[in-house]
C-alpha cells in the first residue's frame, strides 16, 4: 500500500482509539451542561472550550466519534449485505434473476439518492438504526456491480467448476469459492462506502434528518455549530475539521487498498 | 477573537475557515440593550425596502397556509377592522369607532367611509359581513384563526357603513382579536373560493391597505408597490420587496452585506456580529408571546401541584434566556406577558427563584425522595419520563438544559426528538405526550380562554389538560368585564392564580431582535410583523 | 418504470406520521382539523386517492398542491429550470476544470503538481457540502462583498451579469461533489491510455506531442470519463437539495424539502416522478454523448 494510504490507516486507527478509549478516559458527559459558563475557551477544564450550552466539546467530539463511526461503519456493511447478495445472486443464477436484479441496480443507480432519502426518513423518523438502513439501502448498488462482475468472472474458473462437479451445493460454492476472490474489491468499496456514509449522515443533519440531539454526532454539531458561526466559529470547526479528516482518510485508505489489491492498477 | 489556536492540528483548518475569523471579530456589547435609529429630520418620499423572510407567503390572513412568513405582508396589505396601536390597545383601522350593547351580546362597529379596493371598487360592510359569514364562521372552510371567534354568531350590515357582530356570550376582547391576523377580504373577488383561490394566495390579491402586491416570484421574492386606491396618506416608501431566504445565517449575511434594510434576526446567536456591522441597529421589542413546559394532566405524578412548582424551582430559567436568546428575555409566572403593559404585573417576576433546595424540599413534601442511585422515587417506582422535542427553533437546547436541571434534583427526563411535523401530530393531535416544551403567541390581549379553559382540555388549545372550576371562572370574569379597570382587576387576579396553580411551568417571555438599517425612520417601536400595519409610515433618509 | 416509482411514492409517503402542514399547526382547532382533511380529500382511503392521482397524471396533471392549492406541475415547472441551471452548471466546471486538471495530473504523474492537485481534489471530495458553501458565503459575500450570498438575482437588477453572479458561489459549491471525481478518472484513464501503442507509435513517428495529446490520447481517454460522468449526473442532482437549502436557491431540492415537511402528498409524488424522468433523460444524454465520442459504438 502507498504512504499516503497507510498514513490514512494510521489516523483512522487513532481515531478508532479515540472513539473507544476517549469517552472511558475523559469523564465528562457529554450532556451536562453549564450555561453560565457557554462558549467558553480553551481551558483546562475544558480543553476544546464549552459550546453554548457549557456542554465540553472534547466529550462531545469524542462521544459524537463513536455515533458517527458507527452510522458511517453499519451503514457501510448494510450497503455490502446488500449489494452482496443481489450481485452475487444475479451473477450466479444467471437468466431472467440476473436481468431482474442488474436492471433494478441499474435503476437504483440512475436516481438521485439524497431526494429518495428525504422521502423516506420523513416516513420512518430519524432512529440511528433508520438512518443507518436507509443510507446503506441507497448506496449498496456499486457493491452489487463489482460482486456481480466477480461472480461472473469466477463462477466459469476452474476451481470452481471442479468444486461443483464434486457436489458442492450452490450457496456453499457462492460463499466459499467465489465470493472470496471479491473480497479485495470489497474491501475496497467498504472503505469508500464508510466516507460517503458519514458525509450523508452530516448532509442530513444539516437539513434537520440526520441524528436527533442530544446524542451528539459530528453531523449535528456542525448543525447547531452553524448558529454561531459569526460569533463562536470554533464549534463549527472542531467538528467540521473531524469530519473532513475522516472522510479523508478513508477516501485515502480506499485508494491504497486500492491500489495495492488491484494488480491491474500496479503498475 | 474569541477563538484562539492552541493546537498544531487547527492550523490546517485555519486556511479553510480563515474567513470565519475575519467575521468572528465581536463587540462586547451588553445583551439588552437596544440602540434605536436616530431621527433624521422631517420624512422623505421614495426608496425600496428590503426584508427577508423564511419562505413563500400565502396572501390570505384567513387560510390555513398561512404560516409565520406570511404575517409581513398579510398585515401590511390587508386591514382588518382594528389594528394593534402603538400601545398594543386596538386602533382605528378600517372600523372608525366602536361600542358595545348594555347587554354585552353584540358590539357594533362604524367603518371608515371612502375605502376603495385596490382594483378601484369601492369597500362596503358587505366586505366585512362576507368575511366573517362566509369565511371565517363557516366550519367547512377551516378558516385559520376560526377558533378566535368561538363567542360570535353573525355579523349582520346595519348600513353600507356600519356593522353589528351579534354573540353567544360576552367577548370583551372583541376589538383586540379584530387587530390579530383579521384583515377584511374583497367580497367581489373572492365570492366563489374565498380561501384557495391560488392568483389571489399566491399572485396578486386585491387588499385594502396603503400597499399592494405588485408580483410574486415563488421561491424569490413578492414586491409591493403603493396603493393609488389607498384611503390614507400617501406612503413615503417607493416599493417593499420581501426576499425569500430560508437559511436564517444567509439571511445575516445579506444583512451584512448590506442588502437588508430590516428583519428579525432569528438567530439570536449573532447579534454581537450584526452590532458591529455599520450601517445597522440593532433594538429588542417585547412580543406577546411565551414559552412553557406542559406536563400531561392525565399522568397523575404532574397532578400534584407541588411537583409542578418544584419543576420551576429547579429550572434556571435565567441560564436558559442567556444561552438561547442571547439575554433577549424576560422570566415569565403567568400568561400575560410584560408587553401587554396594562394588564402584566410585574410583581410575580420574582416567585420561583432558581432554587434546587427548595425544589427537592416540594417534591419530598410530594412523596418523591431519592433512591440508592440519587433519582427520586415514590413507591418504588422512580421519577422518570419523557418531553418530547419538536424539532423547531430554539426547543432542542432549551429541553437540553431542562433535562440537565430536572437531572440536579433527582428527576429524569428522557428527550425524544421530532421532525415537527410528526410531533405535532402526536403531542397536540393525539396528546400522546408526558412532557413538553412550546410556546403561545396570541392576539394583543390578556383573554387567554382557549389556552387555560377546561373545555379545551384534551383537545383545544388546552395542551397540559388543566381543569380547575376558579379559573374557568376567572378566564369567563374577563370575557364579561366591559370596562378596562374591570378587566385590569380580573387578570391581575388571574396572574396571581395561575402563578400559583401553574397549568402550565411557565419559562420565559421572549423579546425579538430587529436589525435595521441606520437610513431606516418611522418604524413604531413594536414587534416587526406588528410593525408591518404601520408600513404606510415607514421612510428612508436619503443617502 | 416510473408508474412504480410513483405508486411507490403515494404510498409510502402517506405512510408518513403527521398530515399537510395546514392541520399539523399548533394553533388549529380539532373541528378545524377536521373539516380541513375533509376539503382536502384525505379522508378517502389512499388506494382511490392514487387512482384518480394516476388517472390525472397520465394526461399530464400531476394533482394540486396542498400547501398552496396550485398545480403540482406548475410548482415543478417554477422551480425545474434553477435546479438545472445549477446543476448544468455545476457540471459544466466539472468538466471544464476536472478533465483538464485530470490531463496535468496524468502527464505531470508522479511530479509535485500531481500529489498537489490529488490532495486538493481528495479534500474537495471529503469537505462536506454545506459547510464549505457556508465558509464561501463567509469569505465572498460577507467579507469580500463581491458576490450575492443567495438567490438566483437581485430584485431590483434582474440582469444576465446578476444572475450569472448569484450562481458562481452555490455552482462551485455543488461542483465539489463531482469534481474530484472527474479529474481522478481522466487522469487514471488518461496514464492508461499514455502506455497504449498507439500513442507511442504515434510519439515515435515524430508527431508533436500536443497534436498526440488532443488527437489521439484525450479523444479515447475521455470514453471512460464520459461513462464516468454520467454516473455522477444522479448524485449532482442529488446534491442539489442540500446546496440549494444553504444558498436559498429556489429549485427543486428546496421545494422537495418543504414538500416532504409539509406532507404535500401530491407534490411530492409529482416531484419523484419529474426527478425520475430526469434521471432517465440524463442516462440517455449520457448514452448519446458515448457514441459521439466513441467510434466504435457508432458501427454497433
Redesign the interface.
Known amino acids: 500500500m502507498n504512504r499516503l494510504g497507510f498514513a490514512a490507516l494510521i489516523v483512522l486507527a487513532t481515531v478508532a482509539a479515540f472513539a473507544v478509549a476517549g469517552p472511558v478516559l475523559w469523564t465528562i458527559p457529554p450532556e451536562a451542561t453549564d450555561a453560565i459558563h457557554g462558549l467558553a475557551g480553551p481551558s483546562s477544564v475544558h480543553p476544546l472550550g464549552t459550546d453554548e450550552l457549557g456542554r465540553d466539546m472534547l466529550s462531545r467530539l469524542l462521544h459524537g466519534s463513536r455515533v458517527t463511526l458507527l452510522v458511517g461503519l453499519a451503514a457501510m456493511l448494510a450497503a455490502i449485505v446488500i449489494g452482496v447478495l443481489v450481485g452475487a445472486v444475479a451473477g450466479f443464477k444467471g437468466g431472467w434473476i440476473d436481468g431482474a436484479l442488474m436492471r433494478f441496480t441499474d435503476a437504483m443507480l440512475a436516481v438521485p439518492a439524497f431526494f429518495f432519502i428525504l422521502v423516506v426518513i420523513t416516513v420512518l423518523g430519524t432512529g440511528v438504526g433508520t438512518l443507518i438502513l436507509v443510507i446503506g439501502a441507497l448506496s449498496w448498488m456499486p457493491v452489487a456491480r463489482v460482486v456481480y462482475g466477480e461472480t461472473l468472472r469466477w463462477k466459469t474458473a476452474e476451481f470452481v467448476v471442479a468444486a461443483e462437479s464434486l457436489g458442492v451445493a450452490g450457496p456453499r460454492l457462492l460463499l466459499r469459492h467465489i465470493l472470496p476472490q471479491a473480497i479485495p474489491s470489497l474491501i475496497v468499496s467498504a472503505t469508500l462506502g464508510v466516507a460517503f456514509a458519514i458525509l450523508t449522515e452530516s448532509a442530513l443533519s444539516y437539513l434537520g434528518l440526520g441524528v436527533q440531539p442530544p446524542l451528539p454526532s459530528w453531523g449535528n454539531m456542525l448543525q447547531r455549530a452553524q448558529l454561531y458561526v459569526f460569533t463562536a466559529p470554533a464549534l463549527a470547526i472542531y467538528p467540521g475539521l473531524a469530519i473532513t479528516i475522516v472522510v479523508l482518510a478513508f477516501n485515502f485508505l480506499g485508494d491504497g487498498l486500492r491500489d495495492a489489491l488491484d494488480p491491474r492498477r500496479r503498475r | 477573537m474569541l477563538f484562539q489556536v492552541r493546537h498544531p492540528f487547527a492550523i490546517p483548518a485555519l486556511v479553510i475557515v480563515g474567513a470565519l475569523l475575519v467575521s468572528a471579530c465581536t463587540g462586547a456589547a451588553q445583551p439588552g440593550s437596544s440602540t434605536s435609529p436616530s431621527a433624521q429630520g422631517a420624512p422623505v418620499a421614495g426608496g425600496t425596502v428590503t426584508i427577508p423572510i423564511g419562505a413563500d407567503p400565502t396572501l390570505n390572513p384567513w387560510s390555513p397556509n398561512a404560516f409565520v412568513e406570511s404575517l409581513f405582508i398579510n398585515r401590511a396589505i390587508f386591514e382588518g377592522l382594528t389594528k394593534p396601536g402603538k400601545d398594543l390597545a386596538p386602533a382605528p383601522d378600517l372600523a372608525e369607532s366602536w361600542n358595545t350593547a348594555a347587554d354585552g351580546l353584540s358590539w357594533t362597529f362604524k367603518l371608515r367611509s371612502g375605502v376603495k379596493w385596490s382594483d378601484g371598487n369601492a369597500f362596503s360592510a358587505d366586505d366585512v359581513a362576507f368575511t366573517f359569514n362566509d369565511i371565517v364562521l363557516k366550519p367547512d372552510l377551516g378558516a385559520q384563526n376560526r377558533a378566535s371567534y368561538a363567542a360570535v354568531k353573525s355579523v349582520t350590515v346595519v348600513d353600507p357603513n356600519t356593522v353589528r357582530f351579534d354573540l353567544s356570550r360576552k367577548f370583551a376582547a372583541l376589538p383586540s382579536f379584530l387587530a390579530y391576523n383579521s384583515g377584511i377580504l374583497p367580497k367581489h373577488i373572492l365570492s366563489s373560493n374565498p380561501l384557495t383561490t391560488a392568483s389571489f394566495n399566491k399572485g396578486v390579491p386585491v387588499s385594502t391597505g396603503p400597499f399592494k402586491v405588485e408580483k410574486y416570484t415563488s421561491g424569490q421574492s413578492v414586491s409591493l408597490v403603493r396603493n393609488d386606491n389607498y384611503f390614507g396618506p400617501k406612503p413615503y416608501l417607493e416599493k417593499v420587496v420581501f426576499t425569500v431566504v430560508p437559511d436564517p445565517n444567509t439571511q445575516i449575511a445579506q444583512a451584512l452585506a448590506g442588502d437588508v434594510t430590516i428583519m428579525i434576526l432569528d438567530n439570536k446567536a449573532a447579534v454581537d456580529r450584526v452590532k458591529t456591522a455599520n450601517g445597522l441597529a440593532v433594538v429588542s421589542r417585547p412580543l406577546v408571546q411565551y414559552y412553557w413546559l406542559a406536563l400531561n394532566q392525565t399522568d397523575t405524578r404532574f397532578t400534584d401541584v407541588r411537583v409542578r412548582q418544584a419543576f420551576v424551582h429547579a429550572i434556571d430559567r435565567q441560564a436558559i434566556i442567556k444561552s438561547v436568546e442571547s439575554g433577549y428575555g424576560s422570566i415569565a409566572n403567568s400568561p400575560i406577558t410584560p408587553a401587554l403593559a396594562a394588564y402584566y404585573d410585574p410583581s410575580l417576576a420574582s416567585k420561583y427563584p432558581y432554587d434546587q433546595a427548595k425544589a427537592k424540599d416540594l417534591l419530598a413534601q410530594a412523596g418523591w425522595t431519592p433512591g440508592p442511585d440519587g433519582v427520586l422515587q415514590k413507591n418504588g417506582q422512580p421519577f422518570k419520563f419523557t418531553m418530547d422535542v419538536g424539532q423547531r427553533g430554539v426547543l432542542e437546547p432549551v429541553n437540553a438544559l431542562i433535562q440537565q436541571d430536572l437531572k440536579k434534583v433527582g428527576v429524569i427526563a428522557e428527550l425524544n426528538t421530532m421532525e415537527w411535523n410528526a410531533y405535532i401530530q402526536k403531542d397536540v393531535v393525539r396528546r400522546e405526550y408526558t412532557a413538553t416544551v412550546n410556546w403561545w403567541t396570541y392576539p394583543s390581549d390578556p383573554d387567554v380562554f382557549p389556552y387555560y379553559h377546561s373545555s379545551a382540555a384534551g383537545k383545544g388549545f388546552n395542551i397540559p389538560g388543566y381543569q380547575d372550576p376558579k379559573l374557568d371562572d376567572l378566564l369567563v370574569q374577563g370575557q364579561s368585564a366591559s370596562d378596562l379597570d374591570a378587566r385590569k382587576a380580573v387578570y391581575k387576579q388571574l396572574q396571581a392564580y395561575t402563578s400559583e396553580t401553574l397549568p402550565y411551568l411557565f419559562l420565559w417571555y421572549p423579546q425579538e431582535i430587529d436589525v435595521i438599517s441606520t437610513s431606516l425612520n418611522g418604524v413604531p417601536e413594536l414587534g416587526l410583523r406588528d410593525a408591518m400595519h404601520y408600513l404606510g409610515e415607514w421612510w428612508l433618509a436619503k443617502k | ?1 416510473i408508474v412504480f416509482a410513483s405508486a411507490l ?1 403515494f404510498f ?2 402517506n ?5 399537510p ?16 382533511i ?2 382536502m380529500g384525505l379522508d378517502r382511503p389512499v388506494p382511490q386517492r392514487y387512482i384518480e392521482w394516476l388517472a390525472g397524471a397520465l394526461h399530464g396533471d400531476l394533482g394540486t398542491s396542498l ?4 398545480p403540482v406541475t406548475g ?1 415543478i415547472a ?2 425545474l429550470p ?1 435546479t438545472l441551471t445549477l446543476a448544468g452548471s455545476a457540471l459544466l466546471i466539472s468538466i471544464v476544470l476536472g478533465i483538464p486538471i485530470g490531463v496535468v495530473q496524468a502527464v505531470r504523474r508522479g511530479k509535485p503538481i500531481d500529489h498537489l492537485l490529488s490532495l486538493v481534489s ?2 474537495g ?7 464549505l458553501g ?2 464561501l ?3 465572498f ?3 469580500l ?1 463581491v458576490l ?9 437588477s434582474d440582469t444576465f451579469g446578476d444572475r450569472l453572479a448569484h450562481l458562481v458561489l452555490p455552482a462551485i459549491a455543488l461542483a465539489t461533489t463531482i469534481l474530484p471525481t472527474v479529474a481522478r478518472f481522466t487522469r ?1 484513464s488518461m496514464i492508461e491510455v499514455l ?1 497504449e501503442d498507439y500513442v507511442r507509435t504515434a510519439t515515435s513517428k515524430g508527431l508533436r506531442p500536443r497534436t498526440v495529446m488532443m488527437r489521439h490520447a484525450l479523444r479515447n481517454a475521455l470514453i471512460p470519463v464520459v461513462s464516468a460522468i454520467g ?1 455522477l449526473v ?6 442539489t ?2 446546496t440549494e ?4 436557491w ?2 427543486m ?6 414538500a ?4 404535500d402528498y401530491p407534490l ?1 409524488t409529482g ?2 416522478v419529474v ?2 424522468a ?3 433523460v ?2 440517455l444524454l449520457v448514452d448519446l454523448a458515448y457514441t459521439r465520442i466513441d467510434p466504435r459504438l457508432r458501427l454497433a
Open positions: 418504470m411514492t409510502f409517503v405512510l408518513a406520521p403527521g398530515g402542514a395546514s392541520i399539523m399547526r399548533f394553533d388549529v382547532s380539532p373541528e378545524q382539523r377536521e373539516a380541513l375533509r376539503l400547501l398552496t392549492n396550485e410548482r417554477d422551480r434553477n481528495a479534500i471530495l471529503s469537505v462536506p457540502v454545506f459547510w457556508i465558509v458565503i463567509l469569505v459575500a460577507v467579507s462583498h450575492p450570498s443567495a438567490g438566483v438575482t437581485s430584485v431590483s487514471s502506455h454516473a444522479p448524485r449532482l442532482i442529488g446534491g437539495v442540500v437549502a444553504v444558498f436559498g429556489p429549485g431540492g428546496r421545494l422537495a424539502l418543504e416532504a415537511q409539509g406532507r411530492v416531484l419523484t426527478v425520475a430526469i434521471a432517465v440524463a442516462t
